[in-house]
């Protein structure tokens, strides 16, 4: 069984930048295929990216297409989300998971694993 343990989040201004990383232990990453998800307040948790196992392959929400960056570095069990032009709607918890099956799921339902959340804060 992995577990995954989110880092990076913090407050920052719009415009800014943070980079969120995920380090998992007790599994070998590439068996996986990896997710980014978020949770504001009162809202339900959603997709924000995915990449497949060997990180050919990536996908992402609408509303961050363009402005963040999933990767994964299996060598090191890790994979990051570089969130660039940030604003003050990126609010949330984010949280990285790991799914057994392939391709690249959007649901929360087909994530096997999660971590415990980081927050990441933009102010105005």
């Known amino acids: 069984q992995v577990q995954l343990v989110e880092s990076g989040g913090g407050l920052v201004q719009a415009g800014g930048s943070l980079r969120l990383s995920c380090a998992a232990s007790?599994?070998?990453?590439?068996?996986?295929?990896m997710g980014w998800f978020r949770q504001a307040p009162g809202k339900e948790r959603e997709f924000v990216a995915g990449i497949t196992r060997s990180g050919g392959g990536t996908t992402y929400a609408d509303s961050v297409k363009g402005r963040f960056t999933i990767s994964r570095d299996n060598a090191k069990n890790t994979v990051y989300l570089q969130m660039n032009s940030l604003k003050p709607e990126d609010t949330a918890v984010y949280y990285c998971?790991?799914?057994?099956?392939?391709?690249?799921?959007?649901?929360?339902?087909?994530?096997?694993?999660w971590g415990q959340g980081t927050q990441v804060t933009v102010s105005s």
């Open positions: 998971a790991a799914a057994a099956s392939w391709g690249l799921p959007r649901k929360v339902g087909e994530y096997d694993y």
């Open positions: 007790g599994g070998t990453l590439n068996r996986y295929t």
